[in-house]
């Protein structure tokens, strides 16, 4: 059931999708500007973000039941060379965003077990959250200036309660040259 009732509600509407996809059995994480807030660096953005482990048939199921649930969902699909196997976005009538991005490559398998489960205030449902260095190896690895920024900030506001070595090897799934840009990003 959707239950956003105005524009500027693409958070109320990810934690709608959000039940939709714990009861499908799909795991998910919350990522960008909403995981970057909950890591400690508040960043506006008018859409929501996640990540979700479901091949191509669930993600067909995913888009029926959206679809039928009154939202509009464009499902993209990545070809060889894109390192994001699909995208399904989702809009309700009021304009609200969601994202769901599949099929990330790069991306350790590990990342639903170490996200964080947070209740929104005034929201029925609790949202999992990617968890701190999976975030940062995901943005560095998305390489936008925005993405890099936000990589940046979340290492300096962890502190000493950053898992570097984690951080590594998560960017390292990535790719050589993910690993070396978090490198320059850690503090020495």
């Given amino acids: 059931m959707i239950t956003t009732t105005g524009a500027g509600q693409s958070t109320q509407l990810l934690a ?22 909950v890591h400690g660096v508040v960043r506006a953005s008018v859409d929501a973000d996640a990540v979700v482990a479901a ?18 969902v464009e499902l993209r699909t990545g070809g060889i ?6 995208m399904m976005i989702v809009t309700d009538r009021y304009g ?3 994202d769901l ?5 790069g991306l350790d398998g590990g990342v639903y077990r170490r996200s964080i489960t947070l209740q929104p205030s005034g929201m029925p449902t609790a949202l999992k959250i990617v968890g701190r260095e999976d975030l940062i190896a995901m943005k560095i690895a998305a390489g936008g200036p925005k993405d890099l920024m936000d990589a940046e900030s979340c290492i300096a506001v962890s ?10 090897r998560l ?3 990535f790719g050589r ?7 320059k990003m850690l503090p020495r």
Avoid: F, M
């Avoid at 991005?101 to 490559?105: D, F, H, K, R, Y």
């Avoid at 502190?159 to 590594?168: A, F, N, P, Q, T």
């Avoid at 040259?177 to 490198?183: A, G, I, W």
């Fill in 16 to 37: 709608d999708i959000a039940s939709v996809l714990t009861n499908q059995g799909i795991d998910y994480a919350v990522i960008g500007a909403l995981a970057v807030a």
């Fill in 55 to 72: 091949a191509a048939p669930q993600l067909r199921e995913l888009q029926s039941k959206l679809i039928a649930g009154h939202l509009s």
């Fill in 81 to 86: 060379d894109d390192p994001i196997g699909a």
């Fill in 96 to 98: 609200n965003r969601v």
């Fill in 101 to 105: 991005l599949a099929g990330i490559q």
């Fill in 159 to 168: 502190g000493d309660s950053l898992d570097v070595e984690l951080l590594r």
């Fill in 171 to 173: 960017a390292r799934h």
């Fill in 177 to 183: 040259d993910v690993l070396d840009r978090c490198e």
